[in-house]
């Protein structure tokens, strides 16, 4: 119980710093970067600061002429982001060697309650950001933003805090370097001649999703990230979404979308009962909920060949209350407990005989 209270309390204070809106802080965040610079045998570069992530991807350094092969919104592509993100995965093999001897169990436990849980929150919140600077998610390369998770630095720190595991006093060095660019700024992003770094967002909004203490963003009313120069991101249970799902979830914008994702988040902004009362959905049957006792399975018609199966969560959510939620099932489904069944790939005859769904 000791070691899960440690290593809970050392994942919590990463994700406080990974998560921070205080403004950077830029001398020691420089000074860290420039001493990684120094791992490569690099001079310091020269830094040019921006407000956002988007900003880093549109705005060129004064005085800076790229080569024909570089553009700006593709800094990860470049050479030295690719050195450090193998300097960085080369240094972490380097230190799981040190670890060798300390329990497998404790080991295992440290990466589960601390690597495994910061690196599913950060893709969940600061991974948003990156997303929203590049234009699509497959023009955001990973392996650099990995070597910038706090994932990997707060898994080696609580090695050495609480398995006791002791790093030779150059490994230390080394890693302190890369934590305090963790504890200083966010993202950057080097040249071998400069390097573009980004100011914290002002506001971060998230909410506990896993066992584990996984986070996600998610605002109900308004940017779950906003940054100084007024770059955003909307977010709905950790779904990226435009700003009108949260401001302007009308039910004839959700009728033009053609994300089936962003309109799932439009109506349960909305919420089921009340999109499918405004929509003026048909209703085509209705009958108890053999896996939910008490609750009523309800069976609308919708568009383009789907029906909408609203029903009750089977378990109790944070708040105590159960949650209502809409299913699109395919429209030649008329009974609403097959419809049911049809979502766990049962007949209607298997779904009814299910002790209780969840």
């Not at 990684?36 to 900003?55: E, K, M, N, T």
């Not at 998610?218 to 991101?233: E, K």
Request: one cysteine or more.
């Amino acid at each position: 119980m000791t070691l899960q209270r440690e290593a809970a309390d050392i994942r919590e204070e990463w994700l406080g710093r990974a998560l921070s809106t205080l403004p950077a802080d830029r001398p020691a965040a420089e000074a860290a970067i420039s001493g990684i610079y120094g791992l490569l045998g690099l001079d310091p570069p020269r830094f040019h600061w921006v407000p956002s992530p988007v900003a880093a991807m549109e705005t060129v350094p004064p005085a800076v002429r790229l080569r024909p092969s570089e553009s700006v919104d593709r800094m990860t592509e470049w050479p030295l982001p690719r050195r450090f993100g193998a300097l960085m995965r080369e240094f972490d093999r380097e230190l799981d060697q040190q670890v060798r001897w300390v329990q497998k169990g404790m080991d295992r436990q440290l990466r589960l309650m601390v690597r495994s849980s910061l690196s599913t929150s950060c893709d969940s919140t600061l991974a948003m950001a990156l997303r929203t600077a590049h234009d699509t998610p497959r023009q955001m390369p990973h392996s650099w933003y990995a070597a910038q998770c706090v994932s990997w630095v707060a898994h080696n720190d609580a090695l050495r805090r609480v398995a006791g595991v002791v790093f030779t006093p150059e490994q230390t060095r080394r890693l302190d370097l890369w934590a305090e660019v963790a504890r200083s700024c966010r993202w950057w992003w080097p040249r071998e001649d400069f390097c573009v770094v980004s100011e914290r967002p002002v506001s971060v909004h998230t909410e506990v999703w896993g066992s584990d203490g996984q986070v996600r963003l998610h605002s109900a009313d308004g940017p779950a990230m906003r940054f100084r120069d007024g770059a955003d991101v909307h977010a709905w249970h950790g779904a990226m979404v435009p700003g009108w799902v949260l401001t302007d979830p009308a039910v004839w914008r959700i009728a033009r979308e053609p994300n089936v994702e962003i309109r799932r988040c439009a109506i349960e902004r909305i919420g089921w009962a009340d999109y499918i009362d405004q929509a003026g959905l048909r209703l085509i049957g209705s009958a108890p909920d053999p896996g939910n006792p008490g609750s009523e399975l309800r069976l609308y018609d919708m568009r383009r060949e789907t029906r909408v199966l609203l029903a009750v969560n089977g378990s109790v959510e944070r708040d105590g209350h159960r949650r209502r939620y809409g299913l699109t099932v395919p429209g030649h489904l008329d009974d609403p407990v097959a419809a049911a069944g049809w979502t766990y790939g049962l007949s209607a005859a298997q779904y009814s005989q299910l002790a209780r769904r969840t």
